[in-house]
């Protein structure tokens, strides 16, 4: 039993909404300065490239929540993709699925990047590179673009180009996150910044990035170390922009997702974590809410209807993790056939991918029981966090 009418306690979590989030302004003023200062590192990186380096493109690419009106507080982080490419008289071509023969040979969600040396190039487009072995040499494996060896060029490149840059009160550092290198941006030595930047590989329909493939190597997977992740970010903010135009105005599909990503969050910081928070990733929870997206009706994001729809994210979750399944919204999702975020072909050529087929099925029933818990008491956390907040803005 709830202690206050819904009515009431959707205004809190309204409310709450608002305390976790960044303003608009603060994001674009921050973006600005980001997108600056990634730009001034990549023309660096450029210059001191040498013969035989992969072409960083001029576009970057911004993902993820702070493109996408999701972040929530504390720390600003920003993520691009950078592009990169071959000249003549190399092609970089992607392979996804199955060869020839029908057989799996790459896992879903990843993809291969195999380089192939043209033969009927006329000398002066192959001048790029001094001699025709070298991009090849250096950074394909089995005439396959390595993932790995683009990441430690890459890497190394912005290490060396970081020092070049000057930027008037702000003092600019790489440091290592994981696989990840994280630039952080600090400013007047009290604000940091931390912007992830990953090379990127255009496709016809997606990009592939480099990042490496985390889960258990399976005998009839070849080659995982040159397995490049797919990304949909950029069908992600599509998909986004076209149901925001049918959206009631002030819709509340935002703020349900932030809400949900904040206590995730918060219940990550505890000790012990719960299985939940820490088992499932932001990613877990975005690919359920794109679902309830796609599937609900517009009026159903209703300001009014804040409170019901966090419910719903957590009682989709609960369900997905007792069946063990959360399929990938790209990947074989035929309903998006209609939304025009991706190509026909793509759609129908991919199989499934469920999210949640590598888990321990006893984390997953954890998890779920844990949620099923943050069910039934949700509005007191809600109501405990947002009096928490309240407290600690009174001070500032």
């Not at 600003?76 to 992607?94: A, G, K, Q, V």
């Not at 088992?279 to 009706?297: E, G, R």
Request: charged residues 25%; aromatic residues 10%; glycine residues 4%.
């Amino acid at each position: 039993m709830y202690n206050s009418s819904a009515v009431q306690q959707n205004v809190i979590y309204q409310e709450l909404s608002n305390m976790i989030s960044f303003t608009s302004d603060e994001i674009q003023t921050q973006r600005e300065l980001t997108e600056n200062v990634v730009k001034k590192l990549l023309n660096k990186m450029r210059e001191l490239s040498v013969s035989g380096d992969p072409v960083i493109e001029e576009d970057i690419i911004g993902t993820g929540s702070s493109f996408e009106g999701l972040k929530v507080r504390e720390e600003l982080e920003f993520d691009f993709m950078i592009p990169i490419c071959s000249l003549s008289p190399y092609s970089l071509r992607p392979e996804f699925g199955t060869d020839k023969r029908g057989m799996k040979t790459i896992l879903n969600m990843f993809g291969q990047i195999r380089c192939i040396q043209l033969h009927n190039v006329i000398e002066s487009q192959s001048r790029y590179y001094k001699k025709p072995a070298d991009f090849k040499e250096k950074f394909c494996d089995r005439d396959y673009l390595s993932p790995k060896r683009i990441r430690e060029w890459f890497q190394s490149l912005a290490d060396r180009a970081v020092i070049h840059i000057k930027e008037k009160n702000m003092d600019l550092t790489f440091s290592q996150q994981g696989p990840a290198r994280t630039l952080k941006i600090n400013i007047n030595k009290q604000k940091t910044i931390s912007v992830d930047l990953v090379p990127a590989v255009k496709t016809s329909d997606i990009y592939l990035v480099a990042k490496p493939y985390g889960g258990s190597p399976e005998d009839y997977y070849p080659s995982n170390d040159n397995l490049w992740r797919m990304s949909f970010s950029v069908q992600e903010r599509l998909f986004l922009e076209q149901k925001a135009l049918t959206l009631p105005i002030n819709s509340c599909h935002r703020q349900a997702l932030k809400i949900m990503k904040y206590i995730k969050q918060k219940e990550r910081n505890n000790v012990p974590a719960p299985n939940w928070s820490s088992c499932l990733s932001s990613y877990h929870l975005k690919t359920a809410w794109l679902y309830l997206l796609q599937q609900n009706q517009h009026q159903e994001w209703q300001p009014s209807c804040l409170r019901e729809r966090v419910l719903e994210l957590i009682i989709k979750m609960i369900d997905s993790l007792e069946k063990k399944q959360l399929y990938h919204f790209f990947l074989g999702n035929t309903a998006l056939l209609d939304e025009k975020v991706i190509s026909d072909a793509f759609l129908t050529h991919h199989s499934q991918g469920n999210l949640l087929s590598e888990m321990n099925s006893d984390t997953l029933q954890q998890a779920s029981s844990q949620l099923r818990k943050l069910q039934h008491n949700l509005d007191s956390m809600v109501n405990e966090i947002h009096q928490e907040l309240r407290h600690q803005n009174s001070y500032y």
